[in-house]
């Protein structure tokens, strides 16, 4: 079957549970580890707040249903964002 025909342009795939376990930084990537174990690592200049952040800032954050949280910075990212690849949407 030819999936063009139908209108579906993109393969969906089961993405299992998104929730983060764990939040590391390199010096030029975050990296996110997933309770079933995947590692999401994305370049850490899409988000311009934790580029300028403190260490200690950095560490300080909350662990959401879907994504984490950054109290002191007031920062979201989701991680079905970092799977699309979206960059932070604001620069303060």
Known sequence: MNCWVH??????????NLRARL???????LVVTLMDGRR???PLDWYPL???ASAA????YEIMAMGIHWPDLDEDLSIAGMLKGQ?????D
């Open 23 to 29: 939040v590391e930084f390199t010096p030029t990537e």
């Open 57 to 60: 800032q950095r560490a300080n």
């Open 40 to 42: 999401i690592a994305t």
């Open 87 to 91: 960059r932070a949407r604001r620069a």
């Open 7 to 16: 209108g579906m342009s993109t393969l969906e795939i089961e993405v299992g």
């Open 50 to 52: 934790l580029v300028k």
